[in-house]
């Protein structure tokens, strides 16, 4: 039994001018996530971006994704050193966060940020100070709308006990248990 919507229905949902980005970006808003820094390095510098798109996506073999906007210069950095590195962050490194997603902090690198990494195996940075890190090798990207999904096989990886800083609604926030 087919569930699709007829696809002239759809493409004119989609055509709709100026609704459907916002409705779309009000329910993105809704999907808690936590935080990833994405970074790699290239010419000598680490070029680092934050993410809320990281998603496991296989275990073997062991496969992550991420989504960066494709005219960030992070994405050639990816395809041109061929790795990259994931850190998850810590709730106390909202900072961290911020400082690498304001506006054209994907042009700088880390070094001239302030922002302490230490080099992973594959030479691509980790953030100092995070709750994980997933180091990876490129197994693959697409193109998806304007952003580039890429798909990482993870060949390093290491975790810390300490509390997740979470992203909701364009605010950050801290994990609180439920009784
Ligand atoms: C919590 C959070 C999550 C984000 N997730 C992503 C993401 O998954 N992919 C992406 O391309 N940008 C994401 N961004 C936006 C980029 O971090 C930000 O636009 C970019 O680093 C700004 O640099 P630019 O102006 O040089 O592009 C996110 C921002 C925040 C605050």
Redesign the pocket.
Known sequence: MEHNPPTTRRAAVLDTPGIETFEFRSAARRFASG?GVVAARWENRTLA?????FTSVSLNPPLIS????S??PLVSAIHRSGCFAVSILQANQHHV?AA????????AGTESLGIATTPSRTGAAVIDGYLSYFDCSIENSFQGGD?TIVIGRVIGADSTDGQPLL?FDGGYRSLRSLP
Do not use: D, E
Request: aromatic share 4%.
């Open positions: 935080v971006k934050t993410v809320s798109s991420v989504c960066i906007g005219a960030s966060s690498l997603s304001a506006a054209g902090s994907g042009q952003h992203y």
